[in-house]
């Protein structure tokens, strides 16, 4: 089935939901006019619909695969990757400085989405390469900015991440990969790296690893971790790429989805590297790749569960059986009704939150406000932990609406929850973006959580003159919200947060959804009202439930001994 980019959704949610008009009001981001605005979705959708998405099919039956020690990629990635990297959507939101086109980053949020719903095996690869350049950008010297980014942008050279080992997932100080000062400023590295995303292809010239290691000395734990840059071959005096560096990809891993997207082992044996930041504050520089990388993959789940509606609406409109009424096609019986609209609901509510991300990303560069940085860094573990949920839930409720044919593989429509159902793992599992929501991101006492609260009841009063039902029903879920938010910030005891951490999350997000399914009523045609009244009445009241169980605190949950639950 063709996908088709939901270019009215993103602009309707830019124009009346998100607040875009306050980062083209920036002197920043003066050139993100309407008129740009648009130009950019439309070409974004053009390269995603014609190019990108015939694509997804071959990457999953034709997986990237090791050949004498050389990655071979599916058929058509290298042309597809080509024309991403030719549009210049790569370095879209990286600074004009060193060679980006400095636009904002809730256009390049958009793009993702759209890129990700067309082919996600295949846009993993710029999204871990944008990551790579905002932390060149944050933390790396002159000479590796004047070198590395240029390239990075253009698409000639490819990034990835080397955090995780055998031994070292989310407890990332595990990690035992050592770096040895060679003499001349620069350090071999070795250790085993897995589960790198594209960490080789048949297409980019060089590929540039950003890899965490400890140096000699280092103290245990995340304090002693230093970041390095180590490329696949070793740039020559001019900078073009040189010999191969002492690095190898061991394996691909079989996965369960993304198998046109290369995962692989990785051995460094003293491999040329180059320190990025300081020595021993490598951590503080990968963060900056990850926070980036939060909200890229919070699109893939968005986009993905946009891929999935789009395929199963077409079979449920095309499928004729029992007795429905109207077209006789399974899209008028009740039940598969409610699921395509409760899909269509979740990723209006996830595609907003994310855009308001993205929006308080661009704010806060453009003005350096506290408040603003606040915001995004609220609304990050938010933004990842909802968008990716509603990316395997739709696709499983694709699933369903297809019925026996969602289960055979040659329908399509089972692709998109295996390739999906990695994101709620990449980047901290959302069982960690939960937890950093409790603890740190409540450090202010809940005054980022307040704001934002505050925010929401202010639109449900403003929306008491047209909508009053589905405003009060806002409000409410706002103030209930807020008091299980002064209940967290009172605990003192972090067990007890972070027991109801995980529903806290999701319950937060189903309030902003809400907060953004009210504004489209207000703002927008009878068809997006009567999709609202759908969240807001029957998805919406979720957040109860939710917000009891992270109440509950830990006591009950930890009595529960290991024994018991082998029993």
Not at 552 to 565: C, T, Y
């Amino acid at each position: 089935m063709p996908y088709r980019a939901p270019i009215s959704d993103f602009q309707f949610l830019m124009d009346h939901i998100v607040g875009f008009d306050q980062v083209a009001a920036t002197d920043h981001f003066a050139d993100a006019t309407p008129d740009m605005t648009q130009a950019i979705l439309s070409e974004a959708a053009k390269m995603s619909e014609d190019i990108i998405a015939p694509l997804n099919r071959a990457g999953d039956l034709h997986p990237a695969h090791l050949d004498n020690g050389i990655v071979r990629t599916s058929p058509g990635f290298a042309e597809g990757y080509t024309a991403i990297a030719e549009g210049g959507w790569i370095g879209m939101s990286a600074s004009q400085d060193v060679g980006g086109l400095g636009l904002p980053m809730t256009l390049t949020t958009a793009v993702n989405d759209m890129m990700a719903s067309a082919c996600l095996s295949l846009q993993l690869s710029p999204l871990m390469t944008q990551g790579q350049i905002e932390a060149l950008e944050h933390h790396a010297s002159d000479a590796i900015k004047a070198l590395y980014i240029p390239k990075l942008i253009s698409g000639e050279w490819n990034g990835t991440m080397n955090l995780t080992e055998p031994q070292a997932g989310s407890d990332v100080g595990a990690l035992r990969t050592k770096a040895e000062p060679n003499g001349d400023g620069t350090y071999a590295i070795t250790g085993q790296k897995i589960y790198i995303s594209w960490a080789d292809n048949d297409f980019t010239q060089n590929v540039c690893h950003l890899v965490l290691a400890r140096l000699p000395g280092g103290v245990p734990g995340t304090k002693g971790i230093s970041l390095f840059m180590v490329p696949k071959l070793i740039p020559d005096a001019d900078g073009n790429p040189g010999i191969k560096n002492d690095l190898r990809v061991v394996s691909l891993e079989h996965k369960m989805g993304l198998h046109g997207s290369p995962t692989a082992v990785m051995e460094y044996s003293g491999a040329k590297g180059w320190l990025v930041g300081p020595e021993n504050g490598g951590m503080a520089a990968m963060f900056t790749m990850m926070n980036n990388a939060r909200l890229g993959v919070a699109v893939q789940g968005v986009g993905a569960a946009e891929g999935a509606l789009q395929h199963a609406l077409a079979y449920a409109q095309d499928r004729k059986q029992g007795k429905a009424s109207g077209s006789g096609s399974i899209i008028e019986h009740p039940d598969v009704r409610r699921m395509l609209t409760t899909m269509k609901a979740d990723i209006f509510a996830a595609r907003a939150i994310t855009l308001m991300n993205a929006v308080a990303i661009d704010m806060a560069l453009a003005t350096g406000d506290e408040g603003w940085k606040a915001r995004a860094a609220f609304l990050t573990p938010i933004s990842k932990a909802f968008g990716t949920d509603v990316g395997c839930e739709v696709s499983a409720t694709g699933i369903q609406v297809h019925g026996g044919m969602g289960f055979i593989e040659e329908t399509g429509a089972a692709q998109y929850a295996r390739d999906v159902r990695v994101t709620t793992i990449y980047e901290g599992t959302n069982g960690i973006q939960a937890m950093d929501l409790v603890a740190r991101k409540l450090m202010d006492g809940g005054e980022a959580a307040f704001r934002i609260l505050e925010e929401i009841e202010q639109g449900a009063e403003a929306a008491k003159v047209t909508q009053p039902e589905l405003a009060e029903a806002v409000w409410q879920s706002a103030e209930t919200l807020r008091e299980t938010t002064e209940w967290l910030v009172a605990q003192d005891d972090l067990n007890d947060r972070f027991a109801g951490a995980v529903p806290y999350l999701r319950a937060f997000a189903r309030v902003l959804g809400g907060h953004a399914h009210l504004a489209s009523a207000v703002k927008g045609d009878a068809a997006r009202a009567r999709l609202a009244t759908f969240y807001i009445k029957r998805m919406l009241p979720e957040h109860l439930g939710l917000l009891a169980q992270a109440r509950e605190g830990a006591k009950d949950l930890m009595a529960i001994s290991a024994d018991e639950l082998a029993a």
